[in-house]
C-alpha cells in the first residue's frame, strides 16, 4: 500500500466547497438574468441557495429543494435551471454516498450544458462529473473531466474558479500517484490565490499543496505548511474541514514512519468524523486507524477499525476505498496466521481492483469515441458551410471585389514577409557584430595579458644580466687577483673549479636572460633569433633541423616576440614529453601567411590528452592574433604542431618599403 494517499481522504467534502462555494451561487444568477421566465427562474435560485446552505447537514432536505427546482425548471423548459438543478443534486447525492447516481446525472448535465451551448454551465458540470469520478475511485476519468473544465475557465477567464479547479487537479493526481503533476498543479493554484485572496479557497489551496509536498517527500516543507494552516482552519470554526486538516497531518506522520504521532492525530480526526456523521468521513479515519494500529503490531485494534471502514464503504459504495482497506486486511490477516481469512480478503480486492481499471479504460474509451464523432460532426458542418459559401459565391458575382480583395491580402501578406525578413536580417547582423565585439574584447584581455608577461620577461632579464650577471663578474676579477697570491699554487685546484662553476653560473644567467628577452629578436628578426635559440639546444642526443622557405619580413617586435614564444613553448613540449631525438621544424612566408611546422619522431600522445592545459595556453597566444593551431599526433607516431599566421598588419614598412630580416 501507498505511504501517503492509501487511506487518505480525498478532500472529498473539501472539493465539493472547492467547486461551488462561490462558483455555484454565480452561476446560477449569470444564468436567469436575461430568462423570460424570470418569476419562475427566481423561485428555482431560490431553492437552489436554500438547499445549498443546509447539503452537508441536512442532505434529505436539500435533496426535496433540488426536486422541487428540477420540476419547476423541466415544466416552463428552462434548460438553464434544469444544469442548476442537476449539479447541486450531484453534490447532494455526494454527501448521501450515492457516487454513482452523482455521476450519472453529472453525465447528463454535461450532455444538456452541450447542447445549449453554454460554456459557463458546461464547465461547472464537467467539475460535477470530475468530482464524482473522485469519489468513485476513477481518477483517470475525473482528471479529464476537470482538465476540460480548467479549459473553459481558462478561456472565459473566471480566476477564482479555475484556482479551484487547479486544486482539484491536483488531488486527482496525487490519488495518480503523478507527484510532477500534483506539485505542478498545486502551484498554479497558489500563484492564482495570491491575487484571489479568497480566504476559504486560499485553506484548501494551502492544504492540498502541503499533500503534493509530502508526495515529493519534502517533507519538512509539507510539515510547516500543515503548521501555518492548522491556526487557519481552528479561526473559520468549521469542524469538517479541521477533521481533514488532520487527517492529512497525520498521513504524513505515518509516511515519515511517525506512528505515535500518526495515532494522536488519527484520534483527533476520528472523534470529529462521529460528530460529522458523514460515512465518508467515517470511512477514511477507520482505515487511518487501521493502517497505524498495523504498523504499532496491535492487530486486535486494528482489526476492528478496519470492519468498521469496511462497513461503511459498502454502505457508501466507495469502491476505491473499499479496495485498499481489502489488501489492508489480507495484509492483517498473514500477519495473524489467518490465511484462508486473507486468501478471502485478496481475492475479493483482486476482483475489484481489476473492475476499477477496466471502468477507467472505458471511460478513457468512450470519451475518445466521443471526440472523434464530435470531430466529424464538426467537420461535416464546416463543409456544408463551405458548400454554401460556393453557392452564395457564385450567385453574388463579385468577382472584382474577391480580386481586389486577394490582391490586396497578397500586397499585406508581401509587405509583412519583407519587414519581418528585413527584421530578421537586421537582428542577424546586429548578433554577428555583437559576437565580433565580445571577440574583440576577449583578443584585447588576451593581447595585454600577453603583453604584461612579456614586460616582466624583460625586466626579469634586465635584473638577471645587470644583477646577477654583474656580481659573478666581480666575483671572477676577484678571484683572478688571487692568482697572484703567494699559496696560488696550494689551492691551484680549487681555485681553478671555482672559476669553472662562475663561468657556468654566468653562461646560465645569460642563456636564461636571453630566453626572457632574446635581444637577437629584436635586432635581427624571427629567422636569426630561432637559428641561433635552435643551435643552443643541439646536442649529441638532440638535433634540431631547421629551414625556412621564403623571406619572412620584419613584423611588429611584440608579433615577432609572440611568435618566438609560441615556437620556444612547442619545443619546450618536445624536450619535457615526447622523448624525441630529432625535431624538424618548417617557417615559411607566402602572400602574407606566415606558417610554422614543428613535427617530432617522440612517443606520441591520443588526440584527446594532447589538449591539456599547456596547449590551452598555447591555442590562447594564437589566438590572439587571430592565428591558427592544428595538432595531429598518435601513440607511437610522433607529434605534429601547424601554425599559422595572418601577418598583413603586422608588416613592418619604412618609406612604404617593406622591412627584410638582417643577419649577423
Not at 487511506?7 to 467534502?13: H, I, N, P, V
Not at 455555484?24 to 446552505?53: M, V
Not at 657556468?504 to 629567422?527: C, D, T, W, Y
Request: net charge positive.
Amino acid at each position: 500500500m501507498s505511504n501517503l494517499s492509501s487511506y487518505s481522504f480525498r478532500l472529498k467534502l473539501v472539493v465539493f466547497l472547492c467547486l461551488t462555494v462561490g462558483g455555484l451561487k454565480g452561476q446560477i444568477k449569470s444564468g436567469y438574468e436575461s430568462d423570460k421566465y424570470k418569476a419562475d427562474s427566481l423561485r428555482i435560485k431560490h431553492l437552489l441557495d436554500s438547499g445549498f446552505k443546509i447539503v452537508d447537514t441536512q442532505p434529505d432536505k436539500a435533496e426535496n429543494y433540488c426536486k422541487k427546482a428540477l420540476e419547476i425548471a423541466n415544466n416552463t423548459g428552462n434548460l438553464k435551471g434544469v444544469i442548476a438543478a442537476d449539479n447541486m443534486y450531484v453534490i447532494v447525492l455526494l454527501i448521501k454516498g450515492k457516487y454513482r447516481d452523482a455521476l450519472d446525472v453529472a453525465s447528463k448535465s454535461v450532455a444538456l450544458s452541450k447542447k445549449i451551448k453554454s460554456d459557463a454551465h458546461l464547465a461547472q458540470s464537467y467539475s460535477r462529473r470530475g468530482l464524482a469520478g473522485i469519489f468513485l475511485g476513477h481518477f483517470q476519468m475525473a482528471a479529464n473531466n476537470l482538465l476540460d473544465a480548467a479549459i473553459i475557465l481558462e478561456r472565459i477567464g473566471s480566476k477564482l474558479e479555475i484556482q479551484k479547479s487547479f486544486n482539484t487537479l491536483s488531488i486527482v493526481f496525487t490519488e495518480l500517484k503523478d507527484k510532477k503533476k500534483s506539485l505542478e498543479y498545486a502551484l498554479k493554484a497558489e500563484s492564482l490565490g495570491r491575487r484571489n485572496k479568497n480566504v476559504s479557497a486560499d485553506i484548501m489551496t494551502l492544504m492540498q499543496l502541503a499533500r503534493a509536498r509530502a508526495l515529493n517527500n519534502q517533507f519538512e516543507v509539507s510539515s510547516s505548511l500543515f503548521d501555518k494552516l492548522l491556526p487557519m482552519v481552528k479561526k473559520t470554526e468549521d469542524i469538517g474541514t479541521l477533521t481533514y486538516t488532520y487527517v492529512y497531518m497525520a498521513e504524513l506522520a505515518v509516511q515519515e514512519r511517525k506512528y505515535k504521532k500518526a495515532l494522536d492525530l488519527y484520534q483527533i480526526a476520528y472523534k470529529l468524523a462521529v460528530q460529522l456523521k458523514i460515512s465518508d468521513c467515517l470511512i477514511y479515519t477507520n482505515g487511518g486507524l487501521a493502517r497505524v494500529y498495523y504498523e504499532l503490531n496491535d492487530y486486535q485494534k486494528s482489526e476492528y477499525h478496519l470492519l468498521q471502514g469496511i462497513n461503511y464503504a459498502r454502505r457508501a459504495e466507495s469502491e476505491n476505498m473499499l479496495r485498499e482497506l481489502l489488501l489492508l486486511g489480507s495484509e492483517l490477516k498473514e500477519k495473524q496466521n489467518q490465511l484462508r481469512d486473507a486468501l478471502h480478503y485478496r481475492k475479493e480486492y483482486e476482483q475489484l481492483n481489476a473492475r476499477l481499471l477496466g471502468l477507467d479504460l472505458q471511460q478513457s474509451v468512450q470519451r475518445l469515441e466521443a471526440e472523434f464523432q464530435n470531430s466529424v460532426k464538426e467537420r461535416e458542418i464546416a463543409q456544408q458551410k463551405l458548400l454554401n459559401a460556393k453557392n452564395q459565391l457564385k450567385i453574388s458575382q463579385k468577382d472584382n471585389y474577391i480580386v481586389v480583395s486577394i490582391f490586396v491580402i497578397i500586397t499585406l501578406v508581401a509587405f509583412t514577409l519583407l519587414i519581418y525578413f528585413w527584421y530578421r536580417n537586421k537582428q542577424r547582423i546586429a548578433n554577428k557584430n555583437l559576437a565580433l565585439l565580445q571577440k574583440e574584447k576577449e583578443m584585447q584581455v588576451l593581447r595585454a595579458m600577453i603583453d604584461g608577461e612579456e614586460t616582466e620577461r624583460s625586466r626579469l632579464a634586465k635584473d638577471l644580466h645587470d644583477g646577477v650577471g654583474g656580481l659573478l663578474s666581480a666575483t671572477k676579477m676577484h678571484l683572478s687577483i688571487l692568482q697572484n697570491d703567494q699559496n696560488y699554487l696550494d689551492i691551484h685546484n680549487h681555485f681553478n673549479h671555482t672559476v669553472s662553476m662562475l663561468d657556468s653560473a654566468s653562461q646560465e644567467i645569460r642563456m636564461i636572460a636571453h630566453n626572457l628577452a632574446p635581444e637577437l629578436l629584436v635586432k635581427f628578426g624571427l629567422n636569426k633569433a630561432l637559428a641561433t635559440y635552435f643551435s643552443r639546444l643541439q646536442s649529441p642526443g638532440f638535433k634540431i633541423n631547421y629551414l625556412k622557405v621564403g623571406e619572412v619580413p620584419r613584423l611588429e617586435s611584440n608579433f615577432e616576440l609572440l611568435v618566438y614564444r609560441v615556437i620556444q613553448e612547442l619545443i619546450n613540449n618536445v624536450i619535457k614529453h615526447a622523448h624525441s631525438n630529432y625535431v624538424l621544424v618548417q617557417m615559411s612566408y607566402h602572400e602574407n601567411a606566415l606558417s610554422i611546422t614543428v613535427e617530432d619522431n617522440g612517443v606520441g600522445v591520443k588526440m584527446g590528452e594532447s589538449e591539456g592545459l599547456g596547449f590551452s595556453n598555447l591555442k590562447s597566444r594564437v589566438d590572439a592574433v587571430n592565428g591558427y593551431i592544428e595538432v595531429d599526433s598518435s601513440p607511437g607516431n610522433g607529434t605534429t604542431v601547424f601554425v599559422e599566421f595572418d601577418v598583413m598588419k603586422y608588416v613592418k614598412q619604412e618609406n612604404g618599403l617593406i622591412i627584410q630580416n638582417t643577419s649577423l
